[in-house]
């Protein structure tokens, strides 16, 4: 992508450069010049480093938080926000005109092409001189993707999300159920949340279980009961090998076919948009919903209209050979990892920034704001000032916003879970499904981007609306699959991981 930035200089550029040099020599010296005093000719402004950073609500870019971060960091940083959306091709613009923020983040199929292209710096000399709080923090999980010929790249995200099975404990008790533990269980309790009236309305317009195709959390406890690990590898016959070719995948899909065909879940799966879906747990239509434990049991608790707020517990579902379970959150193999640009005019401020959003007052401000602003202790319990315990207020006033540039392991944002979310985050840690760890991505992968992805969301899709023969459609999608790069996945993908072992060992 940036190869073409690597040709050589001209007679003239070198003279042009020089010139600029000179004249720029000529200011420091007169600048120098005039700040001396008491502090010894050494000017007392911060130093300034530039971020880029995705954000999912606008709030204004001068608030309590990000003015509190530059005064207690002693560094100015100065952030340009960017819609998710637009994040990528916003990033690629700055690369390519050679004006990168000195931080930005980036995913893990995106680290190799940046290396390659010396578009990043290796974070090992850094991150011992000025980066104490981050190696202490993450420890081994520097060590993933974007750990390369022994070089740190990027930092990897400090959260994990524990996504596990929430079940309306309310609907269950109304309907004298147990919490359901088994595919067969599981699927009793959905047919009541669907056919007796849960809500008590004296209508049936309730749905049993919340699906959407763009919600990938919202599946993975059907696949974690065929030991089927969503997303993932695992060994097959010696061959890494994708999900969808995992012994078990077929079966849950026969298993979400069945429940689809019986009304239980979502009809609009396929369409809904995510936050849409989200809604309808809100408004009190969904039953059941697998999520990340802070969203439906702590971030959303002011989004729900019911009054009291509905009350959810987790479970784990076990599938007919006792499987079942969660994703490993693998924090060494983040979906997102923090980088400073080679670029960077002032690298060693890069990283104190950086580090100083890892330490205990940083990781503090950046979840949960300034404290007297935002939050406040009353005789040594947290508690938020209102409106700040609304999710969507504290991130309109600069609250939360800040850490997704870098967040801390087990901050402050995890000691502020209440107990119901602790137990879906629990469940989910204490029931991993075996899976491959693989550190680089296939180059195939990368090549296509999200093409074998999508191939298989469509099987998924046809076949859990399908009447038709689903073993016969399974076998059709292995064969396309195997065709379109699914071999050369499987081939290039066992390569690394032998390879990885051997480096790792």
């Known amino acids: 992508m940036f190869k073409g930035k690597k040709s050589g200089f001209t007679t003239r550029s070198i003279v042009v450069l020089l010139i600029i040099a000179l004249l720029a020599a000529g200011c420091s010296k007169n600048e120098s010049a005039s700040n001396k005093g008491g502090s010894g000719g050494e000017s007392n402004e911060a130093p300034i480093v530039t971020a880029l950073m995705k954000k999912a609500t606008d709030f204004p870019e001068d608030n309590p938080v990000i003015q509190e971060i530059r005064q207690k960091s002693g560094i100015n940083l100065q952030v340009q926000t960017v819609s998710y959306d637009d994040y990528e091709k916003r990033l690629n613009t700055l690369l390519v005109s050679n004006d990168a923020p000195d931080i930005f983040t980036v995913n893990a199929a995106k680290i190799k092409e940046l290396i390659d292209?010396?578009?990043?710096l290796p974070l090992n000399d850094l991150l011992e001189k000025h980066g104490s709080n981050i190696t202490a923090n993450r420890g081994d999980d520097l060590k993933g993707s974007a750990?390369?010929?022994?070089?740190?790249?990027?930092?990897?995200?400090?959260?994990?999300?524990?996504?596990?099975?929430?079940?309306?404990?309310?609907?269950?008790?109304?309907l004298n159920l147990p919490v359901p533990t088994t595919l067969e269980e599981y699927e009793k309790v959905l047919k009541a949340f669907v056919n007796d009236d849960p809500d008590g309305n004296q209508q049936k317009?309730?749905?049993?279980?919340?699906?959407?195709?763009?919600?990938?959390?919202?599946?993975?406890?059907?696949?974690?009961?065929?030991?089927v690990p969503m997303g993932r590898q695992v060994m097959v016959d010696g061959q890494v090998t994708p999900w969808m070719l995992a012994p078990g995948y077929l079966d849950a899909v026969k298993y979400l076919n069945k429940l689809y065909h019986e009304?239980?879940?979502d009809t609009e799966f396929l369409t809904i948009p995510s936050l849409q879906s989200y809604q309808k747990l809100w408004n009190g239509k969904i039953g059941a919903y697998n999520f990340n434990a802070d969203g439906i049991t702590q971030n959303w608790l002011s989004r729900y209209v019911e009054q009291p707020a509905p009350e959810f517990v987790y479970t784990l579902i076990k599938g007919p050979d006792s499987h079942g379970g969660y994703l490993d959150p693998n924090l060494a193999n983040s979906p997102t990892y923090t980088v400073i640009s080679s670029q960077s005019k002032n690298p060693e401020a890069a990283m104190q920034m950086l580090n100083y959003l890892v330490s205990d007052e940083g990781d503090a401000l950046t979840w949960a704001g300034v404290e007297g602003i935002q939050y406040e202790y009353k005789d040594g319990k947290f508690q938020w000032i209102s409106p700040y315990e609304d999710a969507v207020k504290l991130r309109d006033s600069g609250g939360y916003v800040y850490s997704v540039l870098l967040n801390k392991k087990d901050g402050m944002r995890e000691s502020l879970f209440n107990d119901a979310t602790k137990q879906g985050r629990q469940l989910a840690a204490e029931n991993l499904i075996d899976e491959v760890k693989l550190f680089?991505?296939?180059?195939?992968?990368?090549?296509?981007?999200t093409i074998l992805d999508d191939m298989e969301k469509e099987f998924r899709t046809k076949a859990m609306m399908s009447k038709g023969d689903?073993?016969?459609?399974?076998?059709?999608?292995?064969?396309?699959?195997?065709?379109?790069g699914g071999s050369q996945w499987i081939e290039q993908a066992t390569k690394i991981y032998e390879e990885e072992k051997a480096a790792r060992q």
């Open 205 to 227: 317009d309730t749905i049993g279980l919340g699906l959407a195709i763009q919600v990938m959390q919202s599946w993975v406890h059907i696949f974690g009961a065929y030991n």
């Open 263 to 265: 009304g239980l879940v």
């Open 470 to 484: 689903l073993d016969q459609m399974y076998v059709s999608f292995k064969q396309k699959y195997l065709a379109e």
């Open 117 to 120: 292209n010396k578009a990043i």
């Open 147 to 174: 750990y390369v010929d022994g070089q740190i790249y990027g930092i990897p995200e400090g959260f994990a999300s524990g996504n596990s099975l929430a079940i309306r404990k309310d609907w269950l008790d109304k």
């Open 440 to 449: 680089t991505l296939p180059q195939v992968q990368i090549d296509k981007g």
